[in-house]
C-alpha cells in the first residue's frame, strides 16, 4: 500500500502543522503564497531556536579547537551587534562587507549585521584586488571585516579601500575583532525594527556581462528557503508505504561546513537550516578530504552537502581509509550537476546515507528543485522535483509560453525566496523578472511527475567544481596580454571538476605567449579558479557567426575534436 504523494502530504503538513501553514501576501505588488508563522527576519530566527538547541547549552558551532555553545554564539551576536552600533557607527540600511576564509566570525557577523537591519555584502575570498574593488564600490560597503590574505588585497586600494577591521592572521597594528569585541562583556538583543521585506544581504553571482552580479536577498527571501527546506524534513514519513517499518528517529544532528560560506550552498541550507533543526555546525578549514573523513567521525557529521567533485574525493578517501561513515545520513549535492554515474557510487560507498541532489540559485536563496533516495537512483541524471509548499515552476518557450511536457524550455520560478533585484542593474532585472516569475536562464525538460531535468544553459557560464565563471570575464583579462588578438572562453569536461576552462585564443601576428606566460599574467588579472586549464592556439581568426558575434559552441566543438 502506497503512501501519500508529494502534493498529499504536503497539504496535510500544511494544515495540520502551524510552523508550515501558509497564508498569501502581497510583495512587491506580487501575489505570493508564504509561510504565515515563520520568523520575520533572521535575528527573530536565531532568537527563536534556542529551545532546538538544548534550551541554548548545545555545542554548536566547531572550528577545530574552538566551540561555542548556543548560547554563547547568540551572545557574541549580540556583543558584535552592539560594537557595529555603538563603536563602528553601523545603522539600518548600511552595508557591511565581509572577505574571509570560512571563520567562526562569519557567521556571527553574518547574524550580527543583519541583527540591527544593515546588510551583509559577501566577497569571494577567491577575487583579487581588482574585482574585490569593483564589488565594494558596487555595493557601497561602508566597513570591511577581513581575515590576512583579503586584508592585504583591499588596502592595496589605498584611500580607495573603505573602513576595515581585521582578524584572525590580519596586521595587528589594524583594528582587530577581537579587540572590538572585548570592548563589550554582555549585550542585549538589539531592538532596530526589521521589516520581513527588508534587505538582508548582497551575494554576488557571475553572469554573463563578465563583472559579477549583486544579487540582493531579503529577510523573507531567506526565511522562505530555511522553512522549505525544514518542512522537506518531516515529508518522507507520510509518503512512505504503510507497510514499510517506521524510520528510526534521526538523533542529533551536526552539519560539515565544506564549501564557502559566501556561497548560499553552505549559508542557507547548512548555516540558516542549522538553527531550526537543532543541529551543530562544524566548519572545515579548508577542503582535504581525508580531514573530512576524520572531522566527519570525530564529531558525528550527519549531514554532508558538497559540491560533487568534494562527495567523489570523500567517496574515494572513504575507500582508502576504509571507512563508510556510518553516522553520516545525507550526501547531498549542491552548486553543481552530480555525474549520474556517482550516484549508485556513492550509496555503495555510503549505505546507510540518502544520496540526495537538486537545484537552486543564488537568486532563489538557493531553494529549488530536490531529489533524494530512491528516487535519486532511479533518476540519477534528474535536479528533482519542486520542493512545496511555496514555489510555482513552468517551463517556457522562446515565445514566452508553456512548452509541453518532455519538451526543453527555459526554468522559471515564482516564489518569495526569489531575489528582490540585481543591484544597481534594473535592466538587468527586469530582463530575468516578469510579475513575479524569474527567468533562471538553465534549459530544461518537466515530466509528467515533475521531474525536471536541466539541458543546458542560455548563459555563457562555466560550473567548476561549484564555482560560476562568466565567459566574458575570462575573455576580459585575455584581451588585456599584448599577444592576444581574440579570445573565446568555453567549458571543457572534466571527470572530477564537472567542467573546467578552455580557451581559444588568436594571437596577433608576430606574436607568441606559453600558457605559462598567459596564467601568470591571468594571476594579476582575475581569480584563479577562472584562469584557464586548456589552450588551443591558432593563427587564423576565430569562428564567428552570422552576426559577426564569436562562435563558442563552433570553437568549442573544433578544439574538442582535436584531443
Not at 125 to 142: F, H, I, Q, R
Not at 494 to 501: A, S, Y
Amino acid at each position: 500500500m502506497s503512501g501519500m504523494t508529494l502534493e498529499q502530504a504536503a497539504a496535510h503538513i500544511t494544515a495540520t502543522d502551524p510552523r508550515f501553514a501558509i497564508e498569501h501576501a502581497t510583495v512587491r505588488g506580487v501575489d505570493y503564497r508564504v509561510f504565515k508563522n515563520a520568523p520575520p527576519h533572521l535575528r527573530a530566527l536565531v532568537q527563536a531556536c534556542g529551545p532546538a538547541h538544548g534550551t541554548g547549552a548545545d555545542e554548536y558551532l566547531v572550528y577545530r579547537d574552538e566551540r561555542w555553545t548556543y548560547d554563547a554564539f547568540c551572545s557574541d551576536i549580540c556583543r558584535m551587534a552592539q560594537v557595529l552600533q555603538t563603536e563602528l557607527g553601523i545603522k539600518k540600511g548600511d552595508r557591511v562587507a565581509l572577505a574571509m576564509r570560512n571563520y567562526p566570525e562569519l557567521p556571527i557577523l553574518m547574524m550580527a549585521i543583519t541583527s540591527i537591519g544593515a546588510v551583509v555584502v559577501f566577497m569571494n575570498a577567491w577575487w583579487t584586488t581588482d574585482e574585490l574593488d569593483y564589488a565594494l564600490k558596487d555595493s557601497g560597503a561602508v566597513l570591511v571585516f577581513a581575515d590576512g590574505p583579503r586584508f592585504e588585497r583591499i588596502t592595496a586600494l589605498g584611500d580607495a579601500a573603505p573602513k576595515m577591521v581585521s582578524l584572525r592572521d590580519a596586521p595587528a597594528d589594524a583594528q582587530r575583532y577581537e579587540d572590538l569585541r572585548a570592548l563589550v562583556g554582555t549585550a542585549d538583543w538589539p531592538s532596530v525594527e526589521i521589516h520581513t521585506d527588508d534587505d538582508m544581504a548582497v551575494m554576488y553571482s557571475s553572469g554573463t556581462t563578465g563583472r559579477p552580479k549583486g544579487v540582493v536577498q531579503t529577510h523573507r527571501g531567506a526565511m522562505s528557503a530555511v522553512f522549505t527546506w525544514l518542512m522537506s524534513l518531516v515529508l518522507p514519513p507520510l509518503m512512505a508505504p504503510a507497510d514499510a517499518p517506521p524510520a528510526p528517529p534521526p538523533g542529533p544532528q551536526a552539519i560539515l561546513i565544506v564549501t564557502p560560506l559566501f556561497h548560499v550552498t553552505a549559508t542557507h541550507p547548512m548555516f540558516l537550516l542549522s538553527l531550526p533543526m537543532g543541529a551543530k555546525l562544524v566548519l572545515l578549514h579548508k577542503w582535504d578530504a581525508e580531514d573530512a573523513v576524520r572531522v566527519i567521525e570525530a564529531e558525528n557529521i550527519t549531514r554532508f552537502l558538497g559540491v560533487p567533485t568534494q562527495s567523489a574525493d570523500l567517496m574515494a578517501a572513504a575507500k582508502r581509509m576504509g571507512t563508510t561513515l556510518p553516522c553520516l545520513q545525507y550526501v547531498g549535492a549542491g552548486g553543481a550537476k552530480r555525474p549520474a554515474a556517482q550516484v549508485a557510487q556513492l550509496g555503495e560507498t555510503f549505505p546507510q546515507a540518502a544520496v540526495a541532489s537538486g537545484w537552486g540559485m543564488t537568486e532563489t536563496n538557493a531553494v529549488g528543485l530536490g531529489i533524494t533516495g530512491p528516487d535519486y537512483a532511479e533518476k540519477p541524471g534528474s535536479a528533482g522535483r519542486l520542493l512545496p509548499p511555496v514555489q510555482d515552476l513552468v517551463i517556457l518557450g522562446e515565445d514566452g509560453q508553456p512548452v509541453p511536457l518532455g519538451e526543453v524550455g527555459e526554468l522559471t520560478v515564482k516564489s518569495p525566496a526569489n531575489m528582490r533585484c540585481y543591484l544597481n542593474k534594473p535592466e538587468a532585472t527586469a530582463e530575468v523578472f516578469q510579475d513575479g516569475w524569474l527567468r533562471t536562464g538553465d534549459m530544461a525538460t518537466l515530466d509528467a511527475d515533475g521531474y525536471v531535468t536541466i539541458v543546458d544553459r542560455k548563459k555563457d557560464i562555466i560550473i567548476r567544481g561549484g564555482e560560476n565563471i562568466a565567459c566574458l570575464d575570462v575573455e576580459g583579462a585575455l584581451h588585456k596580454h599584448p599577444a592576444v588578438h581574440e579570445a573565446c572562453a568555453f567549458s571543457v569536461p572534466d571527470d572530477r571538476l564537472g567542467e573546467i576552462v578552455g580557451a581559444g585564443i588568436a594571437l596577433h601576428a608576430g606574436q607568441t605567449v606559453t600558457p605559462e606566460e598567459l596564467n601568470g599574467f591571468l594571476s594579476e588579472h582575475i581569480a584563479h579558479f577562472k584562469i584557464p586549464d586548456r589552450y588551443w592556439f591558432q593563427s587564423n581568426p576565430l569562428p564567428r557567426g552570422a552576426t559577426d558575434k564569436l562562435d563558442r559552441r563552433a570553437l568549442r566543438s573544433t578544439c574538442l575534436s582535436k584531443e
